[in-house]
């Protein structure tokens, strides 16, 4: 689940930027693979055109999903669906982003497999040299 933070429109494409991104789903970028990109809560409000469902990272690849029909505005919250298992084996840190929760969904129960990663976890394990190297 990803959550739009800001829609850009131009003459030729449409552009919903969200805070999820290639280093949460790489698949997209590195397969060009298709996942299904729905509204968590329909609604008649914002703008319906072909989005291109981009994320943060200032890389071309950065996307999640492209060409999506949707009735989108500032705020919404869409699930780019069949992440699957490789989701979080796939996912990285890249630009210092922490991994996403990772979230167990069968019908109508869910259940937190994995927490969400803290900045302060990405560098726990991180050490200085506290003495010259020689």
Known sequence: VTKVE???????KSFAI??????????????????????IEESS?????SWD???PVCETSDFLAKDRELTLEKGDYI???TAGAY???LSSNYNSRPRVPEVMVS?????LVRKRETIESLFENETIFKDEVN
């Open 107 to 111: 019908e109508k129960i869910h259940s």
């Open 87 to 89: 989701g979080f084996v």
């Open 6 to 12: 800001y829609l850009k429109q131009n003459d030729m």
């Open 45 to 49: 409000k914002g703008v319906t055109d």
């Open 79 to 81: 699930a780019i669906l």
């Open 53 to 55: 469902i981009v994320g």
């Open 18 to 39: 969200v805070d999820g991104a290639m280093n949460d789903l790489i698949r997209p970028a590195l397969y060009n693979s298709y996942h299904e990109a729905v509204l």
